[in-house]
């Protein structure tokens, strides 16, 4: 797919843009603190609903103003939508699809389909579980967007869980107050088995096109692979003992609920000491194996680079696996800059086939020519085409 018209009303920098996108490279172009990587964002939220960089959408609503507009025109084959999304900052936000109300903001989910590079991969491998659960859960949204409800119903019952354990905190254990509590921790552990067993499947479909995108762009021909570190198989005291982790490796959603069960019971009188909910797929990590090590701490710079940037080139062959839209929008988002050369040219050529590929960058000596084609140059909130 690529997108044909982007505008945008007071989003972040951006007073008003009317710009016409090409399939194929689109290379923006502009000094810091311009409003290049406002654009990308602006383009990968409409995918995601989601930013790369913040959360939540309030940032994005330019200051001093109520609300801000992001309209996107995207063409697959002979097939056009328009997106229309409103961000509000006072009542609800809302979305339109081919001009017609939407009844929810995330039914737009699944119409674009995006992956963005940033310097912020970088934190996928080497900083908190956090960073691996988003990028995990972000391509499970774009990959599934019924997901995007179940993510968010088991937020709010494990806030509302959180609240009722604090609130419990020194109850007898025969309180009333407890039978409530039952009933969250079904609802925790079906809609946590659900997320588990999803993303189970998901790092397992990312095997192969992650092996193949680290080959293709790593100097070191070392092997990647994804393990499931879970908090519902995790046992620190005999992890210690043995040297070896048990990881998460069953994707059946029955057995994955009866194990949360069996481990929600074990851990209750702790959770109740301390008023916060301890195990469950908000605990989990992804721990990223080169060869036998894990990246995390043992690997160099550069190769946490190449991992990072295979983990995003092999979402993007997933997405265009399993989309009827073929292939998804790459966004590269200042990366030649953070690359040497070898690197530069090697994803250059992986990207440069894609249906639509859009760069930024402060520099554009740093980009390879080869993805010099649709130029344009982006000053204070304005885009000015350079050439065709
Ligand atoms: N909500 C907002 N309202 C108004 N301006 C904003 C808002 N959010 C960010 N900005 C401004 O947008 C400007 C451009 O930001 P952006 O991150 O797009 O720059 P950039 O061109 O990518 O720069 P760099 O090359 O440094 O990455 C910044 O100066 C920032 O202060
Ligand atoms: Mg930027």
């Known amino acids: 797919m690529h997108i044909k018209h982007l505008s945008l009303s007071n989003f972040r920098n951006y007073s008003t843009l009317e710009l016409a996108l090409s399939p194929g490279v689109n290379l923006l172009v502009g000094r810091n603190g311009q409003g290049k990587t406002n654009l990308a964002e602006a383009i990968f939220y409409s995918a995601t ?39 509000n900052l006072v009542g609800a936000n809302r979305a339109r699809i081919n001009r017609s109300e939407t009844s929810r903001v995330r039914d737009v989910l699944g119409l674009v389909n995006a992956v963005i590079f940033s310097p912020e991969d970088l934190d996928i491998v080497k900083r908190d579980p956090a960073q691996r659960r988003a990028f995990i859960d972000d391509l499970l949204i774009q990959m599934t967007p019924r997901l995007a409800g179940v993510f968010s119903d088991y937020d709010r019952v494990l806030r509302q869980r959180n609240t009722l ?55 070191e ?13 995790a046992n620190p005291l005999v992890d210690i003992e043995t040297g070896e982790e048990d990881f998460l490796v069953n994707v059946d959603r029955t057995q994955i609920e009866s194990l949360f069960r069996q481990k929600l019971s074990l851990v209750k009188p702790k959770e109740l000491e301390r008023g916060i909910s301890l195990v469950g797929p908000h ?12 990246a995390k701490g043992f690997v160099s710079h550069g190769e946490s680079w190449s991992y ?10 997933l997405l265009k696996a399993e989309s009827r839209a073929g292939d998804p929008i790459l966004i590269l988002d200042d990366v030649f800059a953070e690359l040497d050369s070898t690197r530069r040219s090697r994803l250059a050529e992986l990207v440069s086939d894609n249906e639509q590929v859009i760069i930024t960058a402060a520099v554009p000596e740093d980009v390879p020519m080869s993805l010099h084609a649709h130029r344009m140059a982006v000053t204070g909130g304005t885009v000015e085409v350079q050439n065709g």
């Open 165 to 219: 354990l604090k609130t419990s905190r020194n109850l007898p254990s025969n309180s009333p107050g407890l039978d409530t509590l039952a009933a969250w921790d079904d609802s925790l552990v079906k809609l946590g088995a659900e997320i588990i067993s999803f993303r189970q499947e998901l790092i397992h479909k990312l095997s192969a096109p992650l092996l193949s995108a680290y080959q293709a762009i790593a100097d």
């Open 221 to 233: 021909k070392n092997n990647p692979t994804i393990k499931y570190r879970s908090s519902l198989t």
């Open 308 to 317: 990072a940037l295979a983990l995003k080139l092999a979402s993007a062959e």
């Open 283 to 294: 605990r989990d990590d992804l721990v990223l194996f080169l060869g036998e090590f894990p």
């Open 49 to 87: 609903l989601a930013s790369h960089r913040v959360s939540g959408y309030l940032p994005l609503i330019k200051h001093h103003e109520d609300k801000a507009v992001i309209r996107l025109l995207a063409g697959f084959e002979d097939r056009e939508n328009l997106i229309e999304l409103e961000l």
